[in-house]
Nanobody, 126 residues
């Protein structure tokens, strides 16, 4: 049974930084197609993919809106994935969710992931 627990959200001013953490249990990091991702959902909007890491080889993907500002990384010894967010903008305000699964389709699709955390709120003020 995979369990994901996010932490690290909060309120910052535009231009600030936050680091989110997602601690995973029951997830095998060595499988090549295993993927952990961060999604976000703003009020009244759909859930969108932000960044993903394939835990077997460490390869990463980013949404165009965050590329160059956000960095996803993993610590396999701690079974934890991080999302370092720099130069935050008010439009980054959302609930951020960690997701995990052995995926065959696009990392951007919510239906690719069967395991989700409870979410952590990020609020960026102008």
């Amino acid at each position: 049974q995979v369990q994901l627990v996010e932490s690290g959200g909060g309120s910052v001013q535009a231009g600030g930084s936050l680091r989110l953490s997602c601690a995973a249990s029951g997830f095998n990091y060595r499988f090549r197609r295993n993927c952990m991702a961060w999604f976000r959902q703003a009020p009244g909007q759909g859930r969108e993919g932000v960044a993903a890491i394939y835990t077997g080889d460490g390869s990463t993907n980013y949404a165009a809106s965050v590329k160059g500002r956000f960095t996803i990384s993993q610590d396999t010894a701690k079974n934890t994935v991080y999302l370092e967010m720099n130069n935050l903008k008010p439009e980054d305000t959302a609930m951020y969710y960690c997701a995990a699964d052995q995926i065959a389709g696009s990392w951007l699709a919510t239906e690719s992931f069967g395991y989700w955390g409870q979410g952590t709120q990020v609020t960026v003020s102008s």
